[in-house]
């Protein structure tokens, strides 16, 4: 219990008066309340911003542990993150932009994105992939792997990405667990200017099974097999004639394994209605991001963070993502405060284990960030300083790959504390005790939301 004392901060912070008065969230305790009160009102008017080829007839029925939302409603998550911001006029903003490992810098806007995700949508109907199919994905960070993600999502496919530092067991445990009809998968990837072989462990992966695979070749362009294909010549051999296939709310959008870590892997299963809708609405609230910014993640595309943060949240709400293939810090730790300087980032979400890495090279140089938010482990004081001083007004969040989406945070219209173990809960979160020895108690913001 001493030890537990001394090692507490007593220190309350507000953000600058500009970003708090600007912020997204502004009358938190309301909203937290309307959520609780009446959920069908609070998720119903911020998921009708959204297009529902059949409108949904209940936002939500909750019989515990089992949940359904948007009960009755048909829509495509793709199709709101593409088609219906062009539909809007923003056909030629841009959607991504993305910065490959040799330096190499491309956008896409997001009539380009659209017509490349319905032309390889139209590749993956003609090799038989249809709705409800499993396709795995074993790809670096890369366009084409967006472009696998979305193209499968959007014939009402199913997607489950395989990080690509995995091995042959972990690959082929996955594959065979999804029950996957067809394995999308890269040559070689780069890290810090290496090359890791991809090709090998995919073959070995897939040996006897009978299996379909598309080939993104970077190294060299292989002769192949009866069943196996070139992504390029899938992608650009095919006219953009495919259309949106318009699902169930509850109908699955992608399969995402844990890591394995604390025992064998989960597939963890997001739907188009709940997810998109969620994803969507903590983009804007929680991490505060508006109009015409460029928000990056410096996770993975591949985990978690990567899906909701860094692909599908940033298009649905019409904004633009940076994609980065390689290390913050490569090829060198300047690169990546010139990086966001450069492209204009506004918006950053990264991890403790990239702060510190980050205050350890000690390059740190102004960035025009608005705010740089945190997740993935607890955000220390110290580094969580660092970060206000160096970057800009950190904002802390928790989550899992289970939730897809922050439940606990500290939005930018509220205080950052280091008083005591509790978090802000979000929207329809009846928040339970973080630490086990907590007791719960009134709603405030308190920073250390992983705590």
Do not use: C
């Not at 740190?364 to 960030?369: D, V, W």
Request: net charge neutral; proline share 5%; hydrophobic share 45%.
């Amino acid at each position: 219990m001493a030890l537990e004392k001394l090692l507490k901060v007593q220190e309350r912070l507000w953000a600058p008066e500009d970003l708090r008065k600007k912020a997204n969230l502004q009358d938190y305790a309301a909203e937290y309340r309307k959520s609780l009160e009446d959920p069908e009102g609070f998720w119903g008017a911020w998921a009708r911003r959204f297009h529902w080829e059949k409108p949904f007839e209940k936002v939500l029925e909750w019989t515990l542990p089992e949940h359904r939302w948007f009960l009755g409603g048909t829509t495509n998550a793709v199709y709101n993150a593409l088609e219906r911001n062009v539909e809007r006029g923003l056909r030629n903003k841009v959607a991504l932009l993305y910065l490959a490992e040799d330096g190499r810098e491309e956008k896409l806007t997001y009539g380009e994105l659209l017509d490349r995700v319905r032309r390889l949508a139209t590749g993956l109907r003609r090799l038989g992939v249809g709705k409800g199919d499993r396709v795995v994905i074993y790809m670096p960070l890369t366009l084409e792997g967006v472009l696998a993600m979305l193209a499968t999502a959007y014939i009402g496919a199913i997607h489950s990405v395989v990080y690509a530092g995995l091995g042959v067991s972990a690959l082929r445990e996955r594959i065979l667990d999804a029950q996957a009809k067809l394995l999308i998968a890269g040559d070689v990837s780069f890290r810090r200017g290496k090359g890791v072989d991809l090709r090998s462990i995919a073959e070995e992966a897939i040996r006897d099974l009978p299996l379909k695979v598309v080939w993104f070749q970077r190294a060299y362009k292989a002769e192949l097999s009866e069943g196996h294909y070139d992504f390029h010549e899938l992608l650009w051999g095919n006219p953009p004639e495919a259309r949106a296939e318009m699902v169930d709310a509850e109908h699955p959008l992608f399969i995402l394994y844990t890591s394995g870590s604390t025992g064998k892997p989960k597939g963890v299963v997001h739907v188009h209605g709940g997810y998109m809708v969620g994803v969507a609405w903590a983009l804007r609230h929680v991490f505060d991001l508006k109009p015409g910014e460029v928000f990056h993640t410096t996770a993975d595309l591949f985990w978690i963070v990567g899906h909701s943060f860094g692909l599908y949240a940033p298009l649905l709400l019409g904004g633009t993502s940076l994609l980065v293939e390689d290390r913050p810090d490569h090829p060198s730790p300047g690169a990546f405060y010139e990086r966001l300087a450069h492209l204009g980032v506004d918006v950053l979400l990264t991890s403790p284990a990239v702060l510190r890495t980050l205050r350890r090279h000690g390059e740190a140089r102004p960035t025009g960030l608005r705010l740089a938010a945190s997740v993935g482990e607890v955000l220390s004081p110290e580094i969580w300083r660092w970060t206000r001083e160096h970057l800009a007004w950190p904002v802390d969040n928790w989550w899992q790959t289970e939730l897809g989406a922050p439940a606990l945070a500290t939005p930018p219209a509220l205080v950052a504390s280091f008083e005591d173990d509790r978090a802000t809960a979000l929207a329809k979160l009846e928040r339970a005790a973080i630490n086990p020895s907590a007791m719960l108690a009134p709603i405030e913001a308190v920073s250390n939301a992983a705590r």
